[in-house]
């Protein structure tokens, strides 16, 4: 059992460019995000799903795109790379419903935006 | 100004000490309040969770939520070096997908 896979876990962008951020969970969680974390920031919400098909902003999402095709898959797309974009981002998947709705976390992306 | 509020810190203490870590929060529709540790360069673990108000013991750990002052603390008995992390409050109402998170607290247990 895996858990919630994040790839790649380091990345180097120049301004400008465009990528993708993977992540896979294969718990059947319905809810699914992605943060991410600066220093003395604590974690921020981009954006989220509750389930296939949909999406929802979260604090942070200018300059992100989200899709939700499937249960297990939730990529986050990075448009335009701007060097505020450095930071590590976690995704998280959470099973919908009862009291102890615990997140999962990835392992964290560090990106680096030069 | 953020919806939930957590000192930075970062906290120093000795082996043996009590730790105490708090968050502030602005959001009268959260109920359920949770703790994550997080160790370097990993993502963060869910430590405990409380639903509504009252507290929570688990072993050296005791999680308090009040909600009347929107407030909620973990209190962290006998630390040890292995304690050393970054402690994140988070919490969220009822729909499950959309949790928040304070700053974190950097804390440090001296051996």
């Known amino acids: 059992n895996a858990g919630v896979t994040q790839t790649p876990k380091f990345q180097v962008l120049k301004t400008g460019q465009s990528m993708t951020l993977q992540c896979a969970q294969d718990?059947?969680?319905?809810?699914m995000s992605w943060y991410r974390q600066d220093p003395g920031m604590g974690l921020r919400l981009i954006h989220y799903s509750v389930g296939a098909g949909i999406t929802d902003q979260g604090e942070v999402p200018n300059g992100y795109n989200v899709s939700r095709s499937t249960t297990e898959d939730f990529p986050l797309r990075l448009l335009s790379a701007a060097p505020s974009q450095t930071s590590v981002y976690f995704c998280a998947s959470t099973q919908r419903g009862g009291v102890n709705t615990e997140a999962f976390f990835g392992q964290g992306t560090r990106l680096t935006v030069v | 100004q953020k919806e939930v509020e957590q000192d930075p810190g970062p906290l120093s203490v000795p082996e043996g000490a009590i730790v105490s870590l708090n968050c502030t929060y602005s959001?009268?529709?959260?109920?359920?309040f949770m703790w994550y540790r997080q160790y370097s360069r990993k993502g963060p673990e869910l430590l405990m969770y409380?639903?509504?108000?009252g507290n929570k013991e688990d072993g050296r750990f005791t999680a308090q939520v009040d909600k009347s002052s929107k407030y909620i603390s973990l209190f962290i008995r006998d630390s040890q070096p292995s304690d050393s992390a970054t402690y994140l409050c988070?919490?969220?109402?009822?729909?499950?997908?959309?949790?928040?998170f304070g700053q974190g607290t950097e804390l440090s247990v001296k051996p």
């Open positions: 988070a919490m969220r109402g009822n729909q499950g997908g959309k949790l928040i």
């Open positions: 718990m059947n969680h319905e809810y």
């Open positions: 409380t639903y509504s108000s």
């Open positions: 959001n009268s529709a959260f109920q359920y």
